[in-house]
Structure formats: structure tokens, C-alpha cells
């Protein structure tokens, strides 16, 4: 409990000392108009000072996680290679300068990649979630799109249902059925407003019929298939390579780019959908495009790596603790912490038992202490 | 010029139960418009009406000459502010990023200068310039609801609609707040429609009042017309005595000690008023 309390003591100490308001004397002769602007501009730089830290804290991740493997490099040849790489300045000649960037590049680069690409659609998709449902409790998942994901890939993997052959039949598959449930909310907004209630309600049962006939696949299936689907399931990131990091990126980052540009729209709806509608926004259209998009991010992550929990549910209320709730602030802080909270699991799990464990079980075992620190530490009522 | 509501034939249920049915109404007139009536009347669904956060079953509204169906909610925003009744914030921002929100429909995706400014001289005005920085969570009701006027002014509208806005506050800023508001009616040339439960507040400082009632428009016009004894026997089923104090009707209740549940008239006649008029 002591360390708890710490934990809370040095948070609040932190955004103290980042946040000058509490110190802002007014000048002579200000007057209230420039004094609460003197005031929004220090709280919005200590918000930016919290950005600045975590893009600082994203770099040194990179560079220590690729450092880690079997063949030796230092962070600062990371670096290096990374930039000659970009620049094309590498020195054919030099074995030493080839063999880094083989490591770097072709070995290490793709997980890496995908680690940063998951955190940010699934933080951003999470943090976009937990402001369009008004819930704290909301995710990327909670509309069943894990269980669709898993029915989908259970589907290609034990009875060979799959519309493409080969390795993308499964991805294609997860996706199509991941997006089942957000296909049926919108058919369902054609006669029936869709409210959070509903959305998260409709989710569930769902993922309960989806459930069922996974169950019933799993049972029927041969142990191989089943074993094979139970690894995919726990989510991972190890397979990726750099023929499926554009889908992936181009997912995660688009993604993250459309949910951004509705983050003004996501603070009013804050405020209850009658205040919305009285600001001019169309709260059924925005849910459902809301809704679309954060399925589409979520469906296109899990279905190429299983499904990866709590980062989407965690690093919104993280981000919130340092930055507040105003979504264009917290939307990219929350996608900048998903993506250093994804590459802290991949080093602590390498650290622990090596490359092999599935970054999925990593991320629910940190990531559920830490949500209940949170939770029992958090002073103010920031939901 | 003044952004006229007009409200035709309006009438709203909600499923089986029908609320009200053929209001007509006209605000031509700039000025403080109160909206008096028993609990669950439907004053909170008339303001929903007028500016689209609900559709209403029958009739039409319309805004400065265009019907409200055919305003988009954007166009809407930009003539008419909405304040609630209560805060409905899940994840709370600070009290001066929750007044800026009322400048979504006016401002861009980032935060001017400008903005800052009116949010804070409606801060000012609601006397809670210090509270800017304060998280919305940390706050009472009654600073809730001041933080809220003050985002309903922040967004500069033609009508100001306010549902009522000094339910949660002492008697002293429930006096200042309705003076407040009179004033913006009459220094912006603007149609300010008030909710109000307090009869002697209403009476002492809107332009116009409007009681409704089993659902119609009981009585309509300047305070001495509309609070009477008779209507407040009426409606409230209330026994009092209306003196004239300013020129304004003061009501003095007669408290019947044995008062009892359900002899309020509204629920006298409810049944009966929505059995005949049922969808």
C-alpha cells in the first residue's frame, strides 16, 4: 500500500512541477482575460512538456529493444544503422555495417514496427471508444470484435472455411468477422438509434453466439489446429514481416489520423448527446462512423495478431492522468503510451523468458496491475 | 433583428404517452421568456423541439423563418444555444476547457486566442473566473450549473434556451442570474427562454411567461397575467395570495398541512387527458 501511495505522491509531484498554474502570480494591471489566457497557455505547455517525455521515453524503447537478441549492438549502432539505412549512406564494404543492418532492419525492425503500430491503433481506437461510449470500461473489444476475430480465425484454421487460400485466408477471415457486430449495429441504426447501451449490449451477445460455435469448432477440431489457434488467439507480434507491415501501418496510422480529426466532435459528446446535438453534431451519424472506424482499426490489428488486450483499455486512462480528457491532447498521448506500453511488454517478456512468449500474456499481466494501481491510486476524479 | 420561434400544431409523444398537442406559440419580441408548469409537463421536451434534439410527432417549428427540419444541426448551433438541466461529463476537462466547448460550432479544430477570451468574460460574468483551471469533477452543483451557463453564453447564440438554470443555486445568484440573463436579452436583442420553478423569480424578472399545463398553454403573457391566484390554483392546485410588489405579482403560498401525494392536478386528470388523446 506504501508503494502505492508513492506512486500517487510522485504523479501528483510530477504534474506539479510540470504544471506552473498553481504558482502563476498575475501581473499588475492584467487583466482576468490575459491572466486565464497566461493560464491556458502554461497548462497547455505542461501537457506538450508530457507529449515531449513520452516521444523521449518512445526513442530510447526502440533503440534498447533492438538492442536485445542474440547478436550483439549497441544503442548508439542502433541508431546509427537505422540512420544510415534511411540516408542510404551504408558502407557495402564493411561486413560489421552490413551485419547491423541485417539484424536491425530485416530481423528486429518488423517486431518493433508492429509493436508501435498495434499500441497506437489500439490505444487510439481504445481512447476514441471510452469517449464516444462515455465509459470508462469501454475498448477496442467492446463491441465483440475479439470474438468475432477469434470465430473468424477458428473458422480458416480448424474447418478450412476461408475466402482466400494461405496465410492471409486466416487474416481475411478474423477481419471479416470481427467486423460483424459493427456491421450489424449499423444495420440495426436504420430503424433503432444506436446508443452506447445498445452498441456495448449488441457486443456482447455477439460475442456469446460467437463464443459458442468457437467452442464447438475447438472441440471437434484435431489437437494440432486447436493448439495453433489457441497460440494465435493469446496475440502476438513475432510474425509479422515487411511484406504485412504497409497493411498494417496503413491501418494503425489512418486509422489514428480519422479518429484524430474527430477528437473536437468526441469532447462534446462528452457532455451527453442532447448537449452534443445543441452544438450542432449529429450524435447518431458520429457514433456510427465513430464506431466504423474504430472496428476497422481493431478488426485490421487483431487480425494479424491475435487478439493483444489492455493496451487499448489501459493507456487511455494513463494518458488521462498526465494530460486530461480533452481528446485532441489525449487521443495522441494515448497512441504515443500504447506504443511505448507495447514495447516495455516485448522487453520485459524477452527479459523474462526470451523472444518466444507471446507479448498478449505480457500486456495482461502488467498491464492488469497497473490498471489497479491506477485505480486505487488516483487522487482526483478524473472519471 | 430578432431570430423569431414559431412553433405551429406542435404536439409530442413519447410512444403511447402523449405529452402535449397543438401548441401554438410566437417569440417575436426580444426579452426574458419564462416556461412555467408542473413537474413532467413536457418544458424540457418543448425546448428539445425547437431546436432538434428531439423531432416532434406532429406540427412544425421554425427559426427566423426556416422550418427546424429542414435546419441542419450545424445551422441550428449557430442560431441557438442549449444549457441542460444537469452536467452529464463522464471524463471530466477543466472549467475553462468545458466553457470553450460552447465554441465548437463558431471556432476550428485548435483553440484561439479569441476564444480563450470569451470563454473567460463569461466566466466573469458567472463570477467564477478563479474556478478556470479547476477540474469540472471537483465542483459543486450550484458551480456546475454557473460553469454551464457560462458555456451556453460562450456560444454567442441569437436564442438562448436554459433549462432550468437556477435549480442548484442560493437565492442570492438565482436573483443574479435571472438579472444576468434579462439583461443579455435586452442589451443583445436576443429571445432568452428560461425553465423556472420559482414563480416569484420568474415573475420578478422575465419579460413574458409562458404556464403550461395538462398539456396546453395555460396562461401566456407579461407576469401580472399569468400569476394569478386562479391559475396557480389551476395548475399547481395551490391556494395563495398574489400581491403586487414593483408592479410584479408576488405569490404567498397558503401551506395545507395535509397535503398529500398525487393532488397536484396533473396527475388529477393526467390519466384521463392521455387516454383521450392517445397516439
Known amino acids: 500500500m506504501r508503494y502505492v501511495m508513492n506512486f500517487r505522491g510522485i504523479i501528483e509531484n510530477i504534474k506539479g512541477r510540470a504544471s506552473l498554474s498553481k504558482t ?15 493560464e491556458y497557455k502554461v497548462a497547455r505547455r505542461s501537457k506538450l512538456l508530457f507529449i515531449f517525455f513520452f516521444v523521449l521515453l518512445f526513442f530510447i524503447l526502440v533503440g534498447y529493444k533492438i538492442t536485445l537478441g542474440e547478436y550483439d549492438i549497441s544503442f548508439g549502432d542502433v541508431y546509427a544503422t537505422i540512420w544510415k539505412h534511411i540516408t542510404g549512406t551504408l558502407d557495402p564494404s564493411s561486413a560489421k555495417e552490413m551485419m547491423d543492418d541485417n539484424v536491425v532492419w530485416q530481423q528486429r525492425m518488423p517486431r518493433v514496427l508492429t509493436a508501435i503500430l498495434v499500441g497506437i491503433g489500439l490505444a487510439a481506437a481504445g481512447s476514441a471508444m471510452q469517449s464516444m461510449m462515455k465509459n470508462p470500461l469501454a475498448d477496442p473489444y467492446t463491441t465483440g470484435i475479439s ?36 456491421i450489424f449495429i449499423v444495420m440495426l441504426s436504420r430503424w433503432k438509434k444506436p446508443s452506447p447501451a445498445m ?7 455477439i460475442m456469446y453466439i460467437f463464443n459458442a460455435f468457437q467452442s464447438y469448432m475447438m472441440l471437434r477440431a484435431d489437437p494440432n489446429s486447436a493448439s495453433a489457434v489457441f497460440t494465435w488467439s493469446v496475440g502476438s ?27 473536437r466532435t468526441l469532447n462534446a459528446l462528452n457532455s451527453g448527446d442532447a ?83 507471446q507479448i498478449g500474456i505480457v500486456t495482461a499481466m502488467i498491464g492488469g496491475p497497473i490498471f489497479m494501481i491506477i485505480l486505487i491510486a488516483q487522487q482526483k476524479e478524473v472519471w | 433583428m430578432v ?14 404517452i ?18 412555467l408548469g408542473p413537474n413532467g409537463v413536457g418544458k424540457s421536451t418543448f425546448m428539445y423541439t425547437l431546436n432538434k434534439i428531439l423531432e416532434p410527432t406532429e406540427g412544425d417549428v421554425t427559426i427566423g423563418g426556416k422550418n427546424v427540419k429542414e435546419l441542419d444541426y450545424k445551422d441550428l448551433a449557430k442560431i441557438m444555444a442549449y444549457v441542460p438541466q444537469q452536467s452529464n461529463e463522464t471524463f471530466a476537462m477543466s472549467v475553462l476547457d468545458t466553457v470553450l ?74 436573483i443574479y442570474v435571472m438579472k444576468l440573463l434579462r439583461d443579455i436579452a435586452k442589451e443583445k436583442n436576443i429571445i432568452v427562454l428560461v425553465i423556472c420553478h420559482d414563480l416569484n423569480v420568474a415573475s420578478r424578472f422575465a419579460d413574458r411567461l409562458i404556464l403550461l399545463s395538462r398539456g396546453k398553454i395555460v396562461a401566456d403573457g407579461p407576469s401580472k397575467d399569468v400569476i394569478t391566484a386562479e391559475n396557480i390554483k389551476q395548475v399547481y392546485n395551490m391556494d395563495s395570495e398574489v400581491l403586487m410588489v414593483d408592479d410584479r405579482p408576488y405569490v404567498i403560498y397558503h401551506v395545507d398541512e395535509s397535503i398529500e401525494m398525487g393532488q397536484d392536478t396533473r396527475y388529477v386528470n393526467a390519466t384521463e387527458f392521455q387516454k383521450k388523446e392517445h397516439k
Open chain 1, 24 to 38: 502563476l502570480v498575475r501581473a499588475e494591471g492584467e487583466s482576468d482575460e490575459e491572466f486565464v489566457y497566461r
Open chain 1, 147 to 182: 470474438s468475432g476475430a477469434l470465430f473468424g480465425a477458428t473458422l480458416a484454421m480448424t474447418v478450412g472455411l476461408y475466402i482466400v487460400g494461405g496465410y492471409y485466408g486466416r487474416v481475411l477471415n478474423a477481419f471479416i468477422f470481427a467486423l460483424v457486430p459493427a
Open chain 1, 199 to 205: 452498441m456495448i449490449l449488441v457486443g456482447i451477445a
Open chain 1, 237 to 263: 507480434i513475432g510474425m509479422t514481416t515487411w511484406d504485412q507491415l504497409p497493411i498494417i501501418a496503413v491501418i494503425s496510422i489512418m486509422g489514428f489520423a480519422a479518429l484524430f480529426l474527430m477528437t
Open chain 1, 275 to 357: 448537449y452534443a446535438k445543441s452544438l450542432g453534431i449529429n450524435v447518431d451519424r458520429v457514433r456510427i462512423i465513430c464506431l466504423i472506424l474504430i472496428s476497422v482499426v481493431a478488426a485490421g490489428i487483431v487480425s494479424f495478431t491475435g487478439i493483444i488486450g489492455f493496451i487499448g483499455l489501459v493507456s487511455p486512462h494513463i494518458a488521462r492522468i498526465f494530460v486530461g480528457s480533452d481528446n485532441r491532447i489525449l487521443l495522441p498521448s494515448s497512441a504515443l503510451l500504447g506504443a511505448c506500453m507495447m514495447l516495455i511488454c516485448d522487453i520485459v517478456g524477452f527479459l523474462i523468458i526470451g523472444a518466444t512468449l
Open chain 2, 3 to 16: 431570430t423569431e420561434i414559431r412553433a405551429s400544431n406542435l404536439g409530442v409523444c413519447y410512444g403511447d
Open chain 2, 18 to 35: 402523449r405529452i402535449w398537442k397543438d401548441i401554438n406559440l410566437e417569440i417575436t419580441e426580444p426579452g426574458l421568456v419564462g416556461i
Open chain 2, 101 to 174: 466547448m460552447g465554441r465548437y460550432p463558431i471556432s476550428g479544430f485548435t483553440t484561439a486566442e479569441e476564444d480563450v477570451k470569451v470563454a473567460t468574460r463569461c466566466l466573469k460574468m458567472m463570477g467564477i473566473t478563479d474556478l478556470a483551471m479547476r477540474n469540472f469533477n471537483e465542483l459543486s452543483a450550484g458551480q456546475h450549473q454557473k460553469v454551464m451557463i457560462a458555456r451556453g453564453l460562450a456560444q454567442e447564440p441569437q436564442i438562448l434556451m436554459l433549462d432550468e438554470p437556477t435549480a442548484n443555486l442560493d437565492i442570492y445568484h438565482q
